[in-house]
């Protein structure tokens, strides 16, 4: 996670000064950024199914820490080559094939099939609010920056914690922490790539999936939590 940030920070502050220079570029890179964005969504779904209805089992924190953290790696060296775009499908389909199990979970549940639905159409939602606002207002966002990166990695830490010592309510409310940490790091990056600061659609891509796929399971602990009562 701290690299998506150290590199759309970077190209933030190289853009800061003049926004709308790079307006072509910046057209460029959110037309092919969206292109691979719905191909990544597309596939990772396609993975999550097949992890589902093959019954697969999670496989569990850590290893699903060590493939994500080191495929997010390999994506961020080779960016700027085409390898980039292959490990980003790597990279989405193994967190498609980790969702599996986790859909499986909810749909289990009474009325699991409405939570799961909800959580997606509450993510498309606050998606296209945040996307269309920063396309249309193009205010500048990149204040958030510093921001998202503390208070994500803050709610990770917390996360873990909750986790290990078995906490749901702790773990309950860095789900909603998230929700919100999500969305503005969605209203962030498609802020920084309309003002030209992120010019890389591979990394682009990359925040924008993250973003999508915390948010949507987040949405669905709350929602799940709020049906169990």
Not at 53 to 62: K, R, V, Y
Not at 90 to 102: D, V
Not at 172 to 186: E, P, Y
């Amino acid at each position: 996670m701290g690299d998506l940030f150290r590199n759309s920070a970077n190209a933030t502050s190289r853009a800061a000064n003049a926004p709308l220079v790079m307006e072509i570029g910046a057209h460029r890179v959110l037309r092919n950024t969206y292109m691979l964005l719905a191909m990544c969504l597309g596939f990772s779904a396609l993975m999550a199914g097949l992890s589902a209805s093959l019954g697969l089992p999670h496989p569990g924190l850590i290893l699903t820490l060590v493939g994500f953290y080191g495929l997010l790696f390999m994506v961020t060296k080779f960016r700027d080559r085409g390898l980039g775009v292959l490990l980003v499908f790597a990279l989405t389909g193994f967190m498609g094939y980790t969702l599996g199990p986790i859909l499986t979970h909810y749909l289990n549940m009474p009325n699991g099939g409405q939570i799961v639905f909800m959580a997606f159409g509450g993510t498309a939602a606050i998606f296209i609010g945040l996307s269309a606002y920063a396309l249309i207002s193009r205010r500048d966002f990149s204040w958030m920056g510093s921001f998202l990166m503390v208070g994500i990695l803050v709610a990770f830490l917390v996360g873990l914690a909750a986790i290990f010592l078995q906490l749901p309510a702790l773990s309950l409310a860095v789900s909603a922490v998230f929700v919100l940490l999500m969305s503005g790091l969605i209203l962030f990056e498609t802020n920084n790539i309309v003002r030209g600061g992120e010019t890389n659609y591979v990394m682009a891509t990359v925040t924008l999936f993250v973003s999508i796929f915390n948010l949507f399971t987040s949405l669905m602990h709350l929602l799940g939590f709020a049906s169990n009562d």
